[in-house]
């Protein structure tokens, strides 16, 4: 079974950096390609964050744009999320999203900021 696996997250002040990370737990029976990361703040639909397009491009909400940046070891296939700037509105719970013929979702984790 595929599972996705992250790390990262946790509380900060307004004006702090985080990083989060993704990846495929050890002994997936095959590799799917790890592109998304998304967000659900309490009371709100999930919402896409950043993502690689399908031509290898990047793809920003505009709330985040400048603050944040999204990369990738292909070698490792894990994917990564640099946040930087964060506002309290950045608080949410982070899904990274994986996909091969269906998609895939990580466990979610929670990053919270106070002003």
């Known amino acids: 079974q595929v599972q996705l696996v992250q790390s990262g997250g946790g509380s900060v002040q307004a004006g702090g950096s985080l990083r989060l990370s993704c990846a495929q737990a050890?002994?997936?029976?095959?590799?799917?390609?790890?592109m998304g990361w998304y967000r659900q703040a309490t009371g709100k639909q999930r919402e896409l964050v950043a993502t690689f397009t399908t031509d290898g491009t990047t793809n920003y909400t505009d709330s985040v744009k400048g603050r944040f940046t999204i990369s990738r070891d292909n070698a490792k296939n894990i994917l990564y999320l640099q946040m930087n700037n964060l506002k309290p509105d950045d608080t949410a719970v982070y899904y990274c999203?994986?996909?091969?013929?269906?998609?895939?979702w990580g466990p979610g984790t929670q990053v919270t900021v106070s002003s």
């Open positions: 999203r994986g996909s091969r013929v269906r998609d895939y």
């Open positions: 050890s002994g997936s029976p095959f590799s799917i390609n790890i």
